[in-house]
């Protein structure tokens, strides 16, 4: 039973970072129709920005999770505006396609600047963990699941409730209609990247002390949010969040009482369940039909 | 609910690319263009023969990329599926064919042939979600394959040796040893030499035309009989197949191959080759293989870079140049390319290519389209409502009423792409089958779309070929191997393509792109597309919605000439009343998913029961 709980605490760790890096990638698609292959990048050079800041510069570590993300959204909207702006009007197979390849192209970049295998940053709390009964709760595994399930809260009630939201709900609902009614596309977007890219930033602070940097975080991070994102239903905030908690139980559950092959395999098997059994995934955006 | 979305976006931005686009089709290749890749990778042959053996290797590597890339311009280029598992396919083409080496003593080139098939037996898993899925979606499953593959041959170590890697015999055929770098890299380009022209065949025959059809537009593609799921799997499967042998090819050259040769980054890098190439091109992916896998070797010293460098390459060519370098050598050809207007507008009184077998006009007052107490239900919506009338053989029967009567339910039930609640369609007294829009075809009922729905990328000639049928997936690949050669029916074909072109007035435009012509052109290809195959019946859904005035007239007349003059029944449905009442022979008037007239143009227009559903009970106002 001890062991039970640990393993789904370490889930639970795991799940929040997928949950938040899912978040990014689902509140990108909602409100601008792509679907950013690079997100993984983006979560990279916010574990990155936390090592800047906490090992090269010293700063305190919270000073990384208030940089960070700005920093890294800010990016994600110069992208937007440089690159992606201009494949708007092409179909959506050249978007998909460029930022697959924008991903490449900043962890690599990213990897020529910082040549190492692995790049550790060290755990903003020192104090002893906290024991409930015979269960050892880190102070970092409970900061990382209860910051990120704040976040995300906090991001899908920003969605529903706050004015700057409004246009980013309305391109969700109706990209044209939205336009119609003096939306402005380009701002909606880059407001869009800014946020998607910011909580890729928190996403890449959270997993900085608890993966490490290394070359393959992206590609990791980005299977793991897809398949997250999926699972919630890929419209969904809340789904988001849900299936990237539900992910990192899996997978943890996996490796505990399977091994390394299972763990890899199993957020595979379970997207490929859902896509076949339940393609609107665990929450289903209600969409109005046009007749 | 207003329609708003269906009936009115876009209608101005599609006559735009005439100006901007003015080359002529690039695929005015003469019928042996399919040759002339071995052509070139025997040229890759004789060149670096004379070289050292570094330059040999190479060139081995460089013409096996060239075989991968032209297998990927079939499924990423033409049937435009991203696809992330082509390091997956090589690697089950490699790993199997070694296995059948080393484990069951096969011989060397059947053992390649064995891996092939592999391949295109997990191309076959990878294309079956290609039912359902597209775009990212589609490519994050070929990402769960690619991974699943090399976690599986990671941990089975007993079979490929995992993670350390397996030892690749040295290669021989029958005793000759073909492991000098010169020896194998003969042995490399006469194979690949004499394999590229089955997936060239594929590109520029029929397949490759259908594929850019499905692409460009998978429900106009399904209302000429082809099937996409069919088509999409096939391109899966061809192309693994082709990836697969590359993959053999490859081993003997890595001498041990290990999972992480075969990892997602060479599904990246190779996807690559397509775009970089030119993703419209059959000529894309080998152009674009030979290239990025030329220049790691050129550029050795900077092998740090190498990664950076190729993903912004694929960015710039994405942002600056999406024809990639097959487009800039083609747009350097055609420089002087033709211009893709009609100069001159066909009168009433141009000639029209008669069909062999024109139908005697139609007095016998048989009914060709049956419409038996159709019903169609959307939640609480009753869209059709228990309609039945028929049309009879030969006449044009117009279809209208306002917005929400159901006539594009109706419209859409008839051609198959709804499925009916109740009721039968019947054709020539024959029951269509309900919510099959392929089947149509077969039946000899043809439709054009309220949107125009040509297929953009492939040539006004191609357009009206795929309107003639025969797009099962088994005589397309057939027909696309077999065309080359002379005899067949391919001059018959030609013939009556270019009697239809001819027919609406656009035969000098026959190699121009579809989506150069202007939208009134585009209508008019869209007849002749519909038209060429004689089908008993046509469905025209808004023929001359978008259009000017002067164009609405002359289509007006080539409907009519053609209705008359090859005896096509036809079924129309317009909101321009003028045009409808001066086109047709009845018109038939449906409010609110029922029918509430039926009759001569003039009566129907006169009737009360019209006034009042279009202007309201009279003295209302």
């Known amino acids: 039973m001890t062991e039970l709980a640990l393993v789904l605490l370490g889930g639970l760790n795991f ?90 192209a900043l962890s690599e970049g990213v990897r020529l600047i910082y040549n190492a295998e692995l790049l550790t940053v060290p755990s903003p709390f020192q104090g002893a963990p906290f024991l409930i009964g015979p269960v050892i709760l880190t102070r970092e595994v409970l900061w990382t699941v209860a910051g990120s399930l704040l976040i995300g809260i906090g991001t899908t009630l920003a969605f529903r409730r706050a004015r700057v939201a409004r246009g980013m709900r309305a391109m969700a609902a109706n990209h044209r209609g939205a336009q119609l009614c003096g939306y402005s596309v380009d701002r909606t977007y880059a407001l869009a990247w800014f946020l998607g890219g910011a909580l890729a930033g928190v996403a890449g602070v959270f997993a900085a002390p608890a993966k490490g940097i290394s070359p393959d975080l992206p590609i990791a991070v980005i299977a793991a949010a897809f398949v997250a994102a999926v699972v919630g239903g890929f419209d969904s905030l809340k789904g988001a969040v849900a299936g990237g908690l539900l992910l990192g139980v899996v997978e943890t559950l996996a490796a505990a009482y399977g091994d390394s092959a299972l763990k890899n395999a199993i957020s595979f098997m379970l997207l490929f369940v859902v896509m076949l059994y339940r393609p609107e995934g665990l929450f289903p955006e209600v969409k109005t039909r046009h007749v | 609910m207003f329609s708003f979305k269906r009936k009115s976006t876009q209608r101005g931005s599609l006559a735009l690319p005439l100006t901007r686009e003015r080359r002529v089709d690039a695929r005015g290749f003469s019928r042996w263009a399919w040759l002339a890749p071995s052509m070139v990778v025997l040229a890759v042959l004789l060149v670096t023969a004379r070289l050292g053996s570094y330059p040999q290797y190479v ?174 799997v096939a391109a899966f499967v061809c192309s693994s197949l082709i990836i697969g042998l590359s993959g053999a090819l490859q081993a003997p050259v890595f001498r041990v191959i290990d999972p992480d040769t075969f990892g997602i980054n060479t599904s990246i890098s190779t996807l690559a080759y397509p775009i970089v190439g030119g993703m419209g091109s059959a000529w894309g992916g080998l152009a674009g293989g030979a290239v990025m896998r030329a220049l790691p070797e050129v550029l050795r010293g900077l092998a740090d870079y190498l990664e950076l460098f190729f993903a912004s390459l694929v960015l710039v060519t994405v942002l600056f140049f999406p024809g990639g370098i097959a487009g800039q ?55 059709v409502d228990d309609v039945s009338f028929q049309v009879r053989e030969g006449e044009i029967r117009g279809l209208m009423g306002p917005n929400g009567a159901g006539k594009t339910t109706l419209f859409n039930i008839v051609s198959g792409f709804v499925e009916g609640d109740r009721g039968a369609i019947r054709l020539h007294g024959e029951t269509l089958p309900s919510g099959s829009p392929v089947t149509r075809m077969s039946h000899g009922l ?150 509430v007239c039926e009759g001569e143009p003039a009566s129907v227009i006169d009737d009360p029961a019209v006034q009042e559903v279009y202007f309201g009970k009279a003295g209302d106002a």
Request: include cysteine; aromatic fraction near 6%; proline fraction near 4%.
């Open chain 2, 446 to 595: 043809t439709r054009t779309f309220q949107h125009v729905a040509v297929f953009g990328e492939i040539s006004v000639y191609d357009n009206v070929a795929i309107g003639l049928g025969g797009n099962g997936i088994a005589p397309v690949l057939l027909g696309s191997l077999l065309d080359p050669f002379p005899g067949g029916d391919a001059r018959r074909e030609r013939a009556r393509i270019m009697a239809a072109l001819d027919s609406v007035g656009l035969a000098h435009l026959a190699r121009a792109k579809a989506r150069q012509l202007s939208l009134g052109d585009q209508r008019r290809l869209e007849i002749a597309r519909a038209i060429v195959s004689r089908p008993r019946l046509l469905l025209l859904d808004e023929p001359v919605s978008g259009v000017s005035e002067e164009e609405t007239g002359q289509l007006g007349l080539l409907l009519r000439r053609i209705n008359r003059e090859q005896g096509i029944t036809m079924l129309l449905v317009e909101h321009n009343i003028g045009f409808l009442a001066g086109m047709s022979d009845h018109i038939t008037v449906m409010a609110a998913g029922r029918v």
């Open chain 2, 59 to 232: 060139a081995s590597l460089v013409i096996s990329a060239m075989l991968t890339g032209t297998g990927l311009t079939l499924l990423v280029g033409y049937a435009r599926c991203i696809s992330l598992a082509t390091g997956a396919v090589l690697a089950l083409g490699a790993y199997g064919s070694v296995l059948l080496i080393t484990a069951a003593g096969v011989p060397l080139l059947p053992a390649m042939l064995g891996g092939a098939l592999l391949a295109g037996l997990g191309g076959f898993v990878l294309g079956v979600p290609a039912v359902r899925f597209r775009g990212h979606n589609l490519a994050m499953i070929t990402l769960v394959f690619q991974s699943v593959v090399i976690i599986l041959i990671r941990e089975s170590t007993g079979l490929t040796g995992g993670a350390g890697g397996l030892t690749v015999p040295a290669p021989s055929i029958a005793g000759i040893s073909l492991s000098g770098d010169l020896a194998y890299l003969v042995f490399t380009a006469v194979v690949v030499a004499l394999v590229l022209v089955l997936p060239m065949a594929l590109l520029l025959g029929r397949f490759g035309r259908n594929l850019r059809a499905v692409s460009g537009n998978e429900v106009a593609a399904q209302a000429f009989g082809i099937s996409v799921p069919h088509h999409l």
């Open chain 1, 15 to 104: 799940g929040a970072i997928y949950a938040l890096a899912a978040l990014g990638i689902v509140l990108i698609h909602k409100a601008t129709k792509t679907v950013n292959f690079a997100h993984g990048a983006f979560v990279l050079i916010g574990a990155l920005g936390a090592y800047i800041v906490q090992v090269q510069l010293s700063w305190s570590a919270w000073l990384a999770y208030l940089l960070v993300p700005p920093a890294v959204g800010a990016l994600a909207a110069l992208i937007e505006l440089v690159l992606l702006r201009p494949l708007r009007r092409a179909d959506a197979f050249s978007v998909v396609i460029a930022t697959v390849f924008l991903g490449i």
């Open chain 2, 329 to 383: 050598l083609f747009r350097l050809r055609h420089r002087h390319g033709g211009q893709v207007t009609r100069e001159s507008v066909p009168s009433a009184a141009s000639p029209v290519a008669r069909p062999a077998a024109g139908k005697a006009l139609p007095d016998t007052a048989g009914i060709a389209l049956s419409i038996d107490g159709v019903g169609k239900q959307y939640g609480a919506l009753k869209a």
